[in-house]
C-alpha cells in the first residue's frame, strides 16, 4: 500500500477493512504491506510473511522454553526490534525463554481508554504478542496464556488482531471469541511515513492555539501531510467463571 495512493484522497476510509473482510469470508489471508513499513521495517514484514507461510528458520516446542518475568526495558527493546507497531511503556510482560534467550513475549495491563474501555480490577488487555524474528515457538502463545491465567486469575481477557495482517486464529484456538469489529483509524504521513494521530492533536498544533477555529485537519492539511486508514481491528474477549 503506497502512502500516497492508498491516503484519504485516493481511497475511501474504509477500502482496506472491506478488502480485508472479504478475503477473510473467502478463506484468503490478507497481508497490507505498508510502503513505510517496507523501506523502514523490512525485516519485520519479511518475517511476518515467512511466519504466514510456515517457513521460519528454528521451531522449538514452548516446553523446551522457561517461563520468566521481563523487565520493561527488555520488553520494549524486544518489541521494537521485531513487532510491526513497537513496545509500549505501560504494560507487563512475560516471555519465554529458549537456552537463556528471550524468543516470544506477550505484554499485558489494565484495559484502555483510548480503545474505549474502561479499567477494572480483574480485567485485563493483552498489548503485544511477538516472537524473535525467525522463530516459530509452537504453543508458545497457549503456554504463556495458561502461566498469565494461573498467576492473575483474570475474571476477563480482552485483545485486538490488526486486520492489516492477522484474523486472530491464535486467539480462537486459545478460547477467546470474537466479539466486536472497530472502524478504521487514521495515522498522518508526515515525510513519507505514517505517524500516530495523537502526535498531531488540535491541542498540540501551534497553529490551532492561535487560531482555534482550525481544525486538526485543516493544520495537516496545509503542512502538505495527509491520512491513511488501515483495515482496523477484531475485538476478541475471553470470559472466566470465578468462584
Known amino acids: 500500500n503506497g502512502v500516497y495512493w492508498h491516503n484519504e484522497f485516493n481511497k475511501p476510509r474504509y477500502y482496506h477493512q472491506d478488502k480485508s473482510l472479504e478475503c477473510k469470508e473467502n478463506g484468503i489471508q490478507l497481508i497490507h504491506i505498508w510502503e513505510d513499513d517496507w523501506l523502514y521495517r523490512n525485516d519485520i514484514v519479511k518475517d511476518i510473511i515467512k511466519s504466514k507461510l510456515g517457513l521460519s528458520d528454528f521451531n522449538i516446542g ?12 527488555d520488553a520494549i527493546d524486544f518489541l521494537n526490534k521485531y513487532h510491526i507497531q513497537g513496545g509500549v511503556s505501560n504494560g507487563k510482560s512475560i516471555g519465554l525463554y529458549y537456552q537463556n534467550n528471550l524468543v516470544e513475549i506477550l505484554t499485558f495491563g489494565q484495559l484502555r481508554k ?6 477494572e480490577d480483574g480485567k485485563y488487555e493483552i498489548y503485544r504478542v511477538c516472537s524473535k524474528a525467525g522463530y516459530n515457538i509452537q504453543g508458545g502463545f497457549s503456554r504463556l496464556l495458561h502461566f498469565f491465567e494461573t498467576e492473575y486469575k483474570p475474571k476477563e481477557i480482552i485483545t485486538y488482531g490488526n486486520l492489516d495482517y492477522t484474523y486472530g486464529n491464535v486467539y480462537l484456538k486459545c478460547g477467546f471469541i470474537e466479539c466486536g469489529l472497530s472502524a478504521p483509524t487514521y495515522t498522518w504521513v508526515v515525510d513519507g511515513k505514517r505517524c500516530h494521530r495523537s502526535n498531531f492533536m488540535k491541542s498540540k498544533l501551534d497553529e490551532c492555539k492561535s487560531n482555534p ?20 481491528k477484531i475485538k476478541f474477549i475471553k470470559a472466566y467463571k470465578r468462584g
Not at 514452548?62 to 526495558?73: F, G, L, M, P, T
Request: a positive charge; aromatic letters at 6%; proline letters at 3%.
Open 62 to 73: 514452548a516446553r523446551k522454553c522457561e517461563i520468566r518475568n521481563v523487565s520493561n526495558k
Open 114 to 119: 483510548n480503545m474505549g474501555s474502561t479499567p
Open 213 to 232: 477555529e482550525l481544525t486538526e485537519s485543516d493544520v495537516m492539511h496545509s503542512r502538505g501531510c495527509w491520512r491513511c486508514w488501515d483495515a482496523g
